[in-house]
């Protein structure tokens, strides 16, 4: 199926954007040509009009997405490493943030060797199955670590907006959450296996992902659907969550300040107080973490939508960004907690000197003692 040289202005153009057709040679070459015959039953029409892209872009990728899973890998190893083996942060709600970090590391295990051994080969080479599998951690790991961070969400709202009487979350009650999680993102992942929607490579042929340029609308449903549940949804009852948490926040500090007036004193700065002034610190840490997962995952969101409603060509050189910046969201995690979280921070300087040059003498004082452990000191209702 692959054009000739007169095959339109349209791939002309393509070919001079991003300087991917700059000595490729032939006109009648295409980003398909060093697909496996085994893959080809996989390979969407859509992308043999492209040419091969120009080998820098493959090992830009293959060299960034290696720097990314290293850092993701050590990161949040160092984070699953420190809450689990810190008696002061073995809280019920931080065993979310350990959930976090465990799918965000286990993301890059499964992209990033995989991810760099096909850049090298500029195309991929693991064959049909192994595609599946690949497409189907990537979406897995991704719905567990979105939906990890609503439930963040939803233990600070019931801290900071509920207060004394918010019901405290349990181990127990933790766990369930865990659980509950990880198959409900099983279940969105499993179904491209069995005819709803299907696992494809991207056009870069050195990712796989969902088939978003099929015709079918039943397969295009799944990406209408899995797209409400696993991004509008949770999108919505973060911002739910954070409008409430600023907004009782905002109402705190103005009480604070009046009744400080009132007693002619320049500030109220109780042990309560400074406790809620830490949650509201750790509040805009995770409301960061969430903001920069939603640029991560946008990208790849526009290129599927893009793709199920043919409104705009998709190139295969879109389809690395997409990829790229949707990886890279487990790469921001353990870095917001390891700059804003100064409990973890101390600790993390205590087990690995050689990443601290002094710590800060703040942090051994520091009320803002973990992601919820101030939750834990609240009475129950």
């Not at 973060?238 to 007693?263: C, G, L, N, P, T």
């Not at 389809?319 to 870095?335: C, E, H, R």
């Amino acid at each position: 199926m692959a054009m000739d040289s007169d095959s339109g202005p349209g791939v002309a153009a393509l070919q001079a954007w991003g300087g991917q057709g700059a000595g490729m040679g032939s006109g009648n070459q295409t980003v398909v040509d060093k697909v496996s015959a085994d893959m080809l039953h996989m390979i969407d029409p859509h992308w043999y009009q492209f040419p091969p892209m120009n080998p820098l872009w493959h090992a830009l990728l293959g060299f960034t997405i290696g720097v990314l899973g290293f850092i993701s890998i050590a990161g949040n190893g160092m984070v699953i490493y420190i809450f689990s083996s810190t008696k002061s942060l073995k809280t019920p709600s931080n065993l979310l943030v350990v959930n976090l970090a465990f799918s965000d590391f286990l993301m890059m295990c499964a992209m990033a060797p995989a991810m760099v051994i096909n850049c090298y080969n500029e195309t991929w080479v693991f064959g049909p199955f192994a595609c599946e599998l690949y497409a189907c951690a990537g979406s897995l790991f991704g719905c567990a670590s979105i939906w990890t961070m609503t439930m963040i969400a939803f233990d600070r709202y019931n801290v900071i907006v509920k207060g004394i009487a918010a019901k405290p979350m349990t181990k127990t009650g933790a766990l369930q959450r865990i659980l509950g999680i990880w198959l409900f993102s099983l279940a969105w992942t499993l179904a491209p296996f069995f005819g709803w929607n299907r696992y494809v490579p991207e056009g870069n042929m050195t990712a796989c992902g969902t088939d978003y340029l099929s015709k079918d609308w039943f397969s295009r449903s799944y990406i209408v659907v899995y797209s409400i549940f696993v991004y509008f949804m949770p999108l919505f009852l973060i911002i739910y969550s954070y409008y409430f948490i600023v907004q009782a926040v905002s109402a705190h500090e103005k009480a604070m300040r009046d009744q400080a007036k009132k007693m002619n004193v320049a500030s109220l700065r109780s042990s309560e107080a400074a406790n809620t002034s830490a949650e509201c610190k750790l509040a805009k840490v995770a409301l960061m973490t969430i903001s920069l997962w939603f640029m991560a995952w946008t990208p790849y969101l526009i290129i599927n939508y893009t793709g199920i409603l043919e409104s705009a060509p998709i190139s295969p050189l879109a389809t690395i960004w997409g990829s790229l910046f949707a990886k890279a969201n487990a790469v921001y995690n353990p870095i917001v907690y390891g700059i804003s979280h100064p409990k973890y921070r101390a600790v993390l300087y205590q087990k690995f000197p050689a990443l601290s040059c002094q710590v800060s003498p703040e942090d051994g004082g520091s009320i803002a003692t973990g992601a919820t452990v101030v939750s834990d000191e609240k009475p129950a209702a």
